[in-house]
């Protein structure tokens, strides 16, 4: 008597991020990954650097998921909306995998992208060395978080910290930057990193930090 075996569990999805010169360089011609509409915002960016980190990510997140789903990258066709306007942005989806999750980001000079089996979100900054915000700060953190920031030996560095969190949050969908303030989120290194259900990966180095939000595992690789 045969049968059919049990599927196993779901492999996790992977986050990729690394340097905008080493994504383009692993990318390869961006022009064969991208879409006319992605071709043209990048290009009507005034910045040489917010270009390039703009073709870093969308060819990262082709990247990422074709890595997921065991296909060839430039057969996957990255498209955004926001359900509001007729505007080419919003979060991204893939046309030919509906059910897999994508997400982009990108900062100056740094880019990350995330594909999942669900809903995922992806947030990177980099710490460019200015000071904290306390304006900003006081705008998007709760008091605990406030407490934390000002006790840390580097209160902006703690601040993204909590930022990325809830970047990465508003970006899969569970909350809004409206909302940021009111979001009872762990502190970084103090509680584990979940959030009601949402599984938090964090990651970060001494120039950049960024978090990863899903329901299910993701697995992290560092680019250059």
């Known amino acids: 008597m045969t049968g059919t075996a049990p599927a196993g569990p779901a ?17 390869g011609d961006v022009r064969e990954l991208l879409t006319g509409t992605e071709l043209d915002r990048a290009g009507a960016l005034r910045s040489a650097g917010d270009r390039e980190d703009f073709l870093a990510a969308h060819a990262l997140v082709r990247l990422c998921a074709g890595r997921l789903l065991g296909r060839p ?6 498209v955004q909306s926001c359900g509001s306007c007729d505007r080419p942005h919003g979060r991204p989806r893939l ?45 998007v953190c709760n008091e605990e ?16 910290r909590q930022w990325v969190r809830k970047e990465s949050l508003v970006k899969v969908g569970a ?10 989120l762990p502190v970084y290194g103090q509680r584990p990193a979940s959030w009601s259900g949402w599984r938090l990966l964090d990651w970060g180095s001494d120039r950049v930090v960024g978090c990863v939000a899903a329901r299910e595992e993701m697995r992290l690789r560092l680019l250059g």
């Open 11 to 27: 492999p996790p999805g992977l986050a990729l991020a690394g340097p905008t010169a080493a994504v383009l360089a692993a990318a």
């Open 73 to 78: 990258a430039q057969s996957l066709t990255v």
């Open 95 to 139: 046309l030919e995998a509906p059910g897999t999750g994508v997400s982009l980001a990108h900062t100056r000079g740094w880019v990350a992208a995330a594909a999942a089996h669900g809903p995922v979100g992806v947030d990177v900054e980099t710490l460019d060395g200015h000071p904290l915000d306390q304006r900003v700060a006081e705008a």
């Open 145 to 160: 978080e406030l407490a934390a920031v000002r006790a840390a030996e580097d209160p902006r560095r703690a601040f993204l």
């Open 175 to 184: 909350a809004t930057l409206d909302g940021a303030a009111r979001l009872d």
